[in-house]
Structure formats: structure tokens, C-alpha cells
């Protein structure tokens, strides 16, 4: 009996090495496939400039926003396996306010290359770094789902379904696969939640604080949405073990203490910013002229403004929301999953909103905190981010006709704690179900994780070429 268990063990061990070295590697071709057929993810240009910005001015730890102008491509061409962009004279202020780590950071990869009044930008090499942040963003990923359903001694479907869950966002691999801040905040995330995973499993050590301190510092520096909900996730569950336990160990320990210099460094640059432009991330509008700005994309002529109460506005901005959520997109097209192939991203999001309930439940009610709670914690701060979210949003438009910043995109840090909790719910209840209904269920995860998949990529090239081959007709 005993070997039996033990060649079974080895089975799904084996079945589960499978899933995982097989998804990953499917999703790093899909973002070589992406950078090579595709290349044109939201905003590049604008990264771009702000990534050739950094390279005139060396010097400049903290960039004068103000300065930083936009490129054009005005010819490409082939230099060795790399794709060259030369770009043109500086034209109109760049609309980008990021903090500027994700951009030094490029800078140290050599890929701008200037030579008098000439600028060539090395996309290849560009989407090739991102695509190495973003698989090794991935890899972490995969890891903390390998550790945390090893434990709870999970069958290889329910590794499959955490697998697919994290490979196979649309948007994931796609931004992944471009130049974007994105990459490098998903990777702050990954490192916060895998210090959270370390402070449930050891407690109070070194490897967790320093885990976490990097997580928000990096989050934060790269883009103040994923910076936000890192700082929230970090509040909210240092209430929650402050509450449960009496004591403020969480905090005060010579741990934390140790890396109060990465969250100094990280203040530092927010106050400068402040004293500088009176907000923590300039707006278009502070940087340029009432003239420049009113004749951009940001502001909307009275006359032509779509009139929406706030009602109306609501479901405009969660609509949005929803077909990033399951879409990809960017200024050419946008390829849509509805009807059949939305199942498994509302079926992922529901599960995941359920077991965050559950662990909230068990705490207020057992003061039970686990690692599940942190499901709970990640919901409340994307809450309150997208409460903030909208609310600049709904001034926008408000005051200027613009109705942009309602994308998912936002919260794809979030993605890893959105697997892990879909999956641990089904795992939790999967044990109390008899055998013909486990089977059923075991079906059932096998169809959602080939149903996501299919959505995922395969849907995506059908449609791509589908629309390539219309044309051409």
C-alpha cells in the first residue's frame, strides 16, 4: 500500500515538473513571438523617448520632466539580428511622469546609440531585456505556486490550473514582450509576495525584510500604481498581524530597521518630485503650455465631448477595466475574448474574490492569518487603488473630456495572489468532495486551463491573421 502511494506520489511530481517547465516555456515563445511579429505595445514611443532621454543626460539621477520630448521613427532597418529604429528630431513633450528607474535601468543595456544628430534605438535588444525581466518575473512566479500547492500536497491539476492561470493572461506575456515600466513592477510584486510568502513560513528573518523592502521599493519606483498597492498590501497585513498577535514585532524589529535605507531612498525621491512640480507624478498638463496641452490627445473641444453622468461613467470605466482584463490590444487593434472564451478570466476572478472573503471571514471571526489572508489584503488595496483611479479619471473627463486611464494593466502585478487564491480555493474544497464528484472537478479544471489557453494565445493568432489575410483580400 505503501508503494503504491509512493510510485502515485511520483507521478504527479513528474506530471507536475511537466506542466510547469512546458507552460513556461510556451509563454516565452509566445514574447518572442510578440517582440518579432507584434512590437508595438501601449505607450513604446513614449518610452522610448524617455529611455533616449536618460541616455543624453547621464548625469541626471532625477530627469527634469519637462524636458524629456518625444521621437518619431523615421526609418528601420536590419543591423546584424537586430532591428534599428532611427528617430527623428525631438518634437512635442513626452507624456510620461514615471519615476525614472525602469529607465536608467534600460540605459545600462547600451541600447541607444547616438552619433551627432542621429538616434538609433536597438529594439531588439530593448524587448529582449524586458523579455528576460518578464521570465524571470515568471519564473519566481511559478516557484511561489510550486512551494505554496507542494505543501498542501495538491494534485498536478490543480498545479496546472495556477500554471495556466499565470501564463495565460493576455496581457501578461504581451506587455512582457515590449518596452514598458510594466516589467520591472511586476517583478517588485513577485518579490513582495514572495517576501510575505517567507514572513508566514519563517516569521521575522532577514531574507523576508529584505524580500519585501526591495519588492515595494522597486514597485514603487517604477510605477506609483503597482507602488501603491504594494504599500497598502504591506499596511494592511501589518494591521492585521499587530491586531492578532497584540505586538508590534512585525515592525519593530532589527530587521526592519536594517532596511528602513531603501524606503528612505525611495521617500527621498517623492519629496523632491513634490517640492519640485507640487504632485507626486507630474501630469501632462504641469509640464507644458495651456496651448501644447489643449491641442493634444489629453484634451477633449466641448463640442465633441461624449456626455456621460457619473452613473454612465461607472460602467464605462469598469467596462474598460474588463476587456483589458481578458483583451490585447494597442493603437492598431484590439482582440477581444466574449461569450465562451471569457469564462475562465470571470471564472478566475470570482474564485479568487471568494477565497479572499473566506480568509477575511476566518480572521475577523478566528483571527486566523495565513498566508491566505494575503488574498484578502490585495483585494482591499486594489480597491482602494481603483477607487483613486477612478476618481482621477472621472476628473478628467470632467474637466477636459478625456476619458483614458481605465485599463487593467494597472493591476497585472496583482496576478500571482489572484492564481494562488483561484487555485487554493478549489484545492481547499476539492478534499471534502467524494470520488465521482473529485473526478468531475478534475475534469472540470483540465477544460478551464485548455479553454484559457486557447483564449490565451491560439484565439489571439486566429484572429491576428484572420484579420491579415481579410485584408489582403
Known amino acids: 500500500m505503501k508503494d503504491n502511494k509512493m510510485k502515485d506520489d511520483r507521478k504527479n511530481l513528474v506530471k507536475i515538473y511537466f506542466v510547469y517547465s512546458m507552460l513556461f516555456i510556451f509563454f516565452v515563445f509566445k514574447m518572442f513571438f510578440y517582440a518579432n511579429e507584434i512590437s508595438a505595445v501601449p505607450d513604446q514611443d513614449a518610452h522610448i523617448s524617455y529611455i533616449v532621454y536618460m541616455e543624453r543626460n547621464p548625469d541626471k539621477v532625477i530627469p527634469k520632466f519637462e524636458d524629456i520630448k518625444m521621437y518619431e521613427v523615421i526609418d528601420t532597418f536590419e543591423r546584424g539580428n537586430s532591428k534599428i529604429l532611427e528617430l527623428g528630431e525631438e518634437g512635442s513633450t513626452c507624456y510620461l511622469g514615471h519615476p525614472p528607474f525602469y529607465y536608467k535601468f534600460m540605459q545600462l543595456w547600451n541600447i541607444v546609440e547616438i552619433d551627432g544628430e542621429h538616434v538609433y ?39 496546472f490550473m495556477y500554471v495556466t492561470i499565470c501564463t495565460c493572461l493576455p496581457l501578461y506575456g504581451y506587455i512582457g514582450s515590449g518596452i514598458n515600466n510594466d516589467n520591472l513592477c511586476n517583478l517588485g510584486l513577485v518579490l513582495l509576495i514572495a517576501g510575505i510568502l517567507s514572513y508566514f513560513d519563517k516569521g521575522c528573518c532577514g531574507g523576508t525584510y529584505w524580500l519585501i523592502g526591495i519588492g515595494v521599493v522597486l514597485s514603487v519606483l517604477s510605477k506609483l500604481t503597482a507602488g501603491l498597492i504594494a504599500v497598502l498590501v504591506c499596511i494592511i497585513i501589518a494591521v492585521f498581524d499587530i491586531w492578532k498577535n497584540k505586538k508590534m514585532t512585525i515592525i519593530c524589529n532589527k530587521y526592519f530597521a536594517v532596511t528602513m535605507p531603501l524606503y528612505f531612498a525611495a521617500l527621498s525621491y517623492f519629496i523632491i518630485i513634490y517640492t519640485r512640480y507640487g504632485t507626486y507624478q507630474p501630469s501632462y498638463s504641469i509640464l507644458v503650455s ?6 493634444s490627445v489629453f484634451y477633449v473641444d466641448e463640442a465633441l465631448r461624449v456626455q456621460m453622468t457619473l452613473g454612465q461613467d461607472i460602467v464605462y470605466y469598469f467596462k474598460g477595466l474588463w476587456s483589458t482584463w481578458v483583451g490585447t490590444y494597442n493603437k492598431s487593434y484590439c482582440i477581444d475574448r466574449e461569450g465562451l472564451l471569457a469564462i475562465p478570466f470571470v471564472l478566475t476572478l470570482i474564485l479568487f474574490l471568494i477565497q479572499a472573503g473566506i480568509a477575511l471571514y476566518k480572521y475577523i471571526k478566528r483571527k486566523e492569518l495565513t498566508f491566505d489572508t494575503v488574498a484578502a489584503a490585495f483585494v482591499m488595496a486594489m480597491l482602494i487603488t481603483i477607487f483613486r483611479q477612478f476618481r482621477g479619471h472621472w476628473s478628467a473627463y470632467s474637466s477636459r473630456g478625456y476619458l483614458g486611464g481605465c485599463q487593467a494593466r494597472y493591476y497585472m502585478p496583482c496576478l500571482p495572489i489572484i492564481a494562488i487564491g483561484a487555485s487554493q480555493l478549489v484545492c481547499n474544497y476539492k478534499c471534502k468532495w467524494d470520488r465521482i464528484q473529485k473526478r468531475v472537478i478534475d475534469i472540470g479544471i483540465v477544460l478551464f486551463s485548455l479553454l484559457m489557453l486557447y483564449a490565451d494565445f491560439f484565439h489571439y493568432i486566429y484572429i491576428l491573421y484572420h484579420k491579415q489575410i481579410y485584408i489582403l483580400l
Open 290 to 295: 495651456a496651448e501644447e496641452f489643449k491641442s
Open 121 to 159: 534605438f536597438n529594439i531588439t535588444k530593448a524587448s529582449y531585456v524586458n523579455i528576460l525581466v518578464t521570465s524571470i518575473t515568471m519564473m519566481i512566479i511559478l516557484y511561489i505556486g510550486f512551494i505554496k500547492f507542494r505543501e498542501n500536497n495538491a494534485s498536478w491539476m490543480i498545479h
